[in-house]
Nanobody, 124 residues
Framework: HVQLVESGGGSVQAGGSLRLSCASSRYTYSTYFMAWFRQAPGKEREGVAGIDRGGSTSYADSVKGRFTISQDSAKNTVLLQMNELKPEDTAMYYC???????????????????WGQGTQVTVS
């Protein structure tokens, strides 16, 4: 059973930073493609960033240069460092995992089998 536990959300002023964490098991961390999605009220869930087992990454155009996805292998954790936050980044952020996704392909929510409970990010 794949479990993903997000943490690190909160409220911040525009221009500020937050770091999100997604904790998983060693098996999940070393086997699955991991990604971050977000969903704002009234909007569809959208991909933010993804990372594969080898450390290759992909990003949505809206966050390139501001967000960085990375791995903490000691903690089986995927991190999302978010800098230069904007009000439009306000959303519930979700961690997701899937074994079949290939890095560099579009981040499509329906392709992911496993999801965390989400963590709220509010930028004012």
């Amino acid at each position: 059973h794949v479990q993903l536990v997000e943490s690190g959300g909160g409220s911040v002023q525009a221009g500020g930073s937050l770091r999100l964490s997604c904790a998983s098991s060693r098996y999940t961390y070393s086997t699955y493609f991991m990604a971050w999605f977000r969903q704002a009220p009234g909007k569809e869930r959208e991909g933010v960033a993804g990372i594969d087992r080898g450390g290759s990454t992909s990003y949505a155009d809206s966050v390139k240069g501001r967000f960085t996805i990375s791995q903490d292998s000691a903690k089986n954790t995927v991190l999302l460092q978010m800098n230069e936050l904007k009000p439009e980044d306000t959303a519930m952020y979700y961690c997701a995992a899937d074994r079949s996704v290939v890095c560099g392909t579009p981040l499509i929510p329906s392709e992911y089998d496993y999801w965390g409970q989400g963590t709220q990010v509010t930028v004012s």
